[in-house]
């Protein structure tokens, strides 16, 4: 978490400009079994370690399902995984960046600039995850990133006309 939100705010603090910038985090969290490789819209995230929340706002009008994610500092196990979605109204996942990710950035950027889409990687507990896994695993949801990407652009156009001009009389 340490290393996520120090690279999130120095990356962030080289910018210029922030005005037109977005965050997106996209990367692997252990989710419910047998929904591997899914990609999710994190919509809140919760710190474990503090209770800390975030809500990244979802303006983006993005076909992927929305999902909460929860930050810990080490992997969740598949027991943690299992009760936390047993009976969930949406998939809870488990990572171990996204809340640094999100607290660090919002000294920079709105919420409504700040995006985290996560890639289902294991059930927990998965001590076994390769690079090569994952990078297979990622490859799936890249068509759906992509799409989501292309949204940002758009939305910058849209929020450029609602902003009234200013008479300078």
């Given at each position: 978490?340490?290393?996520?939100?120090?690279?999130?705010g120095?990356?962030l603090?080289?910018?210029?400009?922030?005005s037109?910038l977005?965050?997106?985090?996209?990367?692997?969290?252990?989710?419910?079994e047998?929904?591997?490789?899914e990609?999710?819209?994190a919509?809140?995230?919760?710190?474990t370690?503090?209770g800390?929340?975030?809500?990244?706002?979802?303006v983006?009008d993005a076909?992927?399902?929305?999902?909460?994610?929860?930050?810990?500092q080490?992997?969740?196990?598949?027991?943690?995984v299992?009760?936390?979605?047993?009976?969930?109204?949406?998939?809870?996942?488990?990572?171990?960046?996204?809340?640094a990710i999100?607290?660090?950035?919002?000294h920079?950027?709105?919420?409504?600039?700040?995006?985290?889409?996560?890639?289902?990687s294991?059930?927990?507990?998965?001590?076994?995850l390769?690079?090569?896994t994952?990078?297979?695993?990622?490859?799936a949801?890249?068509?759906?990133v992509?799409?989501?990407l292309?949204?940002i652009?758009r939305?910058q156009?849209?929020?450029q006309?609602?902003?009234?001009?200013?008479?300078?009389?």
């Open positions: 978490e340490i290393a996520a939100a120090a690279c999130t120095f990356a603090g080289r910018e210029e400009t922030l037109s977005h965050l997106v985090n996209f990367g692997s969290a252990a989710g419910p047998n929904r591997a490789g990609l999710f819209l919509d809140a995230l919760l710190e370690g503090t800390r929340r975030f809500y990244p706002d979802l983006l076909k992927i399902p929305e999902a909460a994610v929860r930050t810990c080490k992997p969740a196990d598949r027991d943690t299992a009760g936390a979605n047993d009976g969930a109204v949406r998939p809870v996942l488990f990572d171990m960046e996204a809340a999100c607290e660090a950035a919002m920079f950027l709105g919420p409504d600039r700040i995006h985290f889409l996560k890639f289902v294991d059930a927990g507990g998965e001590v076994s390769t690079q090569e994952l990078l297979s695993l990622s490859e949801p890249l068509p759906d992509l799409s989501y292309s949204l652009p939305a156009k849209e929020e006309k609602s902003v009234p001009a200013v008479d300078e009389e």
